[in-house]
Each structure stands twice: as structure tokens, then as C-alpha cells.
Nanobody
Framework: QVQLVESGGALVQAGGSLRLSCTAS????????IGWFRQAPGKEGEFVAA????????DYADSVKGRFTISRDNAKSMVYLQMNSLKPEDTAVYYC?????????????????WGQGTQVTVSS
């Protein structure tokens, strides 16, 4: 079983940047595919980005392509989400999640383990 803790959320102005971090412990982190999801107030959770555990392949939601970059450092058991050109509509609680069998899954049910989330607020 793996435990995930997100950090790096903050209040930022539109056009700014943030880097979120996801720190893992308690399991074979390098064997898990990692995804980032977000949930805005009053909305359902949505997929943001994912990275494969071995190939390093990545997938992104259309809404963040070209602005967000997911990366991982297996030696440090960490995954990052670099967010550039932030927009007010990026405001949400961001969660990292891990799955061992669904690759670059984009559905919430693909992921077995979840962090508690970190708040990102983008002001206009």
C-alpha cells in the first residue's frame, strides 16, 4: 500500500505558475502509474495528467495540454505537476493518485490510492 501527500498549492494570479509535488511512501512507488486529478467547487473530479511507471509516457487533459507538465523522480518517490499560464478555471483542489494496473488511466476508478489534495486558487 502506498501513501500519497500533495503539496505546493497556493493562491496565484492568472498567467502565473505553480509546481505541485506528490510525495509517496509505504510501497514500491516506482511500480505505480501516477495521475493528477482536480475538483472545482460544485463540479465533478476531472483528470488532469498521468505518467506511466516504467516508460515515462504521459497523457494530459485537453484543457491543460501545452501548459502543464507531469514528471516523476522514482529515486525520490515524487511526482511533480508544473503548471504554467494558469487560468482562473484551473482553480480546484488537486489530487495525486496511484494505480498499479491501468496505465495512463483517465478515470477516477482506475486509481487505488489517493492523497488528501492541495488547493490551487487562480485569481483573475
Amino acid at each position: 500500500q502506498v501513501q500519497l501527500v500533495e503539496s505546493g498549492g497556493a493562491l496565484v494570479q492568472a498567467g502565473g505558475s505553480l509546481r505541485l509535488s506528490c510525495t509517496a511512501s509505504g510501497g514500491s512507488f516506482s511500480r505505480y502509474n501516477i495521475g493528477w486529478f482536480r475538483q472545482a467547487p460544485g463540479k465533478e473530479g476531472e483528470f488532469v495528467a498521468a505518467i506511466h511507471w516504467s516508460s515515462g509516457s504521459r497523457d494530459y487533459a485537453d484543457s491543460v495540454k501545452g501548459r502543464f507538465t507531469i514528471s516523476r523522480d522514482n529515486a525520490k518517490s515524487m511526482v511533480y505537476l508544473q503548471m504554467n499560464s494558469l487560468k482562473p478555471e484551473d482553480t480546484a483542489v488537486y489530487y495525486c493518485a496511484a494505480n498499479s494496473g491501468y496505465g495512463l488511466g483517465t478515470a477516477i476508478w482506475n486509481y487505488e490510492y489517493w492523497g488528501q489534495g492541495t488547493q490551487v486558487t487562480v485569481s483573475s
